[in-house]
């Protein structure tokens, strides 16, 4: 269940047997540099996690991370979504977004959520597109906002 979005976020991810601190340009154009390891398929390593920096480890067991980080990212969307019905590829969308932003992050797009439970995904698309995430990741971000708009 899932695959289609699974196999969206596993390429929009990239991946990577061994731990990285990303660097890209923000939305202002100045440099960033994440203050935390990534792994896997965007993995976000934490407090507890067993990997270390430098250390290679196997596809498989990255693949099960994924999957644990793919279930977390499910049910923050589903609370996103709360009890509005939306079309499929709307919740695929939310799920995408959530797994790479964070459930945190994804509930201050208020004016993003009023309009995906007004059902008015074209203003819902609009939303993300006048956000600073979507400035910042523009070319991961405009296939997201097409399938909203088109919705």
């Known amino acids: 269940m899932y695959q289609e979005v699974k ?14 601190f990303l660097n890209y340009k923000g939305a202002d154009g100045q440099d960033i540099q994440e203050d935390f390891m990534t792994i896997g398929y965007g993995h976000k390593c934490v407090d ?10 196997s596809k498989e067991v990255l693949e099960q991370q994924f999957e644990k980080d793919f279930l977390v990212y ?7 979504i709360g009890d509005c019905e939306v079309p499929e590829a709307i919740k695929d969308c939310v ?12 509930f201050q797009f208020v ?15 609009n ?25």
Not at 48 to 57: I, K, L, R
């Open 111 to 125: 004016k993003m959520r009023q309009a995906m439970k007004d059902g008015n995904f074209v203003e819902m698309a």
């Open 74 to 80: 499910l049910n923050a969307a589903e609370r996103y």
């Open 7 to 20: 196999d969206k976020i596993k390429k929009s991810e990239g991946y990577s047997s061994t731990g990285y």
């Open 127 to 151: 939303q993300l597109k006048d956000s600073r995430l979507y400035r910042t990741l523009t070319s991961r971000y405009e296939p997201i906002v097409k399938i909203i708009q088109e919705a």
């Open 48 to 57: 507890g996690d067993p990997y270390e920096p430098g250390v290679e480890y």
């Open 95 to 106: 799920i995408e977004i959530a797994y790479n932003i964070g459930e945190p992050k994804l």
